[in-house]
């Protein structure tokens, strides 16, 4: 697995933004890396005059200044050196042109504790951040740290999910973990009780897919573990990733255009959304 060079943290002041700088930390002194921390904040459209503020600029961007100095304090604590950012605008749009401008690997962001509700739309700047960026994003719960010693890789036989596999199956190699390989069978209910030979044929399409994932894996002197589920595709990958005991489930995203971008509940969105250990988004 390529080693991360420049890593890009969101910070919010939020507790689950804050270990994600921890998580940054780890990575950034394992691997030498270089840490930039962005904190945005929107844009006044308004006159501030109008109410009686002098300083506009003081106004506008002093939150973000004291985010940023409170997470130079976690990084000295920490005993790595950040860069930081400060931008105004829509968070995402920030995001993803600073990771692009900068040349970032990869993108970091917090998940918080979140209702059923918030899984399931899992949260728009992160959402919007997958859709639109080309790098890497790694989303961690607040409670949760990354390691590599099981890696759980969802797997569709797409190009996208091509690229997961093959992440996770160097990722294994290199921190000398286990691997364990999933293709969910998107059947419900209705599909199993009136058309079970296709379901049947799925399945069997799935079991030779996962073959040539083993194959690969062994190429690479990594014993892969395969899983066929049924059911609706996030719920399946996030009980196997808690029943397996996945320290990290590694997945592609379908590119996206236009508008679809910016809708919510695919199943990335909604693995996220669910899953209490880190997922790692593979462009």
């Known amino acids: 697995m390529a080693k991360y060079r420049k890593i890009l943290v969101a910070y919010d002041g939020s507790d689950s933004a804050k270990n994600a700088l921890a998580v940054a930390a780890d990575l950034a002194k394992k691997d030498n890396s270089w840490v930039k921390v962005l904190a945005v904040v929107p844009v006044y459209d308004g006159d501030l005059d109008l109410v009686g503020i002098s300083n506009i600029k003081e106004t506008i961007e002093g939150p973000g200044q004291k985010l940023l100095a409170e997470a130079k304090k976690q ?34 962001m917090g998940r918080s504790g979140l209702s059923h509700l918030e899984r399931e739309l899992m949260g728009g700047v992160t959402a919007r951040v997958i859709g639109h960026t080309t790098k890497h994003v790694l989303v961690v719960p607040e409670e949760a740290r990354l390691d590599w010693h099981k890696i759980l890789v969802a797997a569709d036989g797409s190009a996208n999910s091509e690229s997961a596999v093959e992440h996770a199956v160097s ?14 069978v998107d059947a419900n209910d209705e599909m199993l009780a009136m058309a079970p030979e296709h379901v049947k044929k799925l399945v069997d399409k799935a079991h030779e897919y996962l073959q040539g994932v083993v194959e690969k894996a062994e190429k690479k002197g990594i014993a892969a573990e395969t899983f066929i589920r049924e059911g609706e595709p996030h719920d399946q990958i996030t009980k196997l990733a808690d029943e397996i005991g996945a320290s990290v489930i590694v997945m592609g995203t379908h590119g996206r255009k236009g508008l679809k971008r910016l809708l919510m509940g695919s199943v990335t969105e909604r693995t996220i959304g669910y899953a209490n250990c880190p997922v790692m988004i593979i462009h």
């Open 75 to 108: 990084a000295d604590e920490l005993s790595v050196h950040v860069l930081a950012n400060l931008e105004q605008g829509e968070p995402f749009e920030r995001i993803v042109h600073v990771a692009d401008e900068e040349n970032c690997d990869l993108v970091i």
């Open 171 to 184: 990722a294994a190699a290199e921190f000398e973990g286990k691997l364990a390989v999933v293709t969910v």
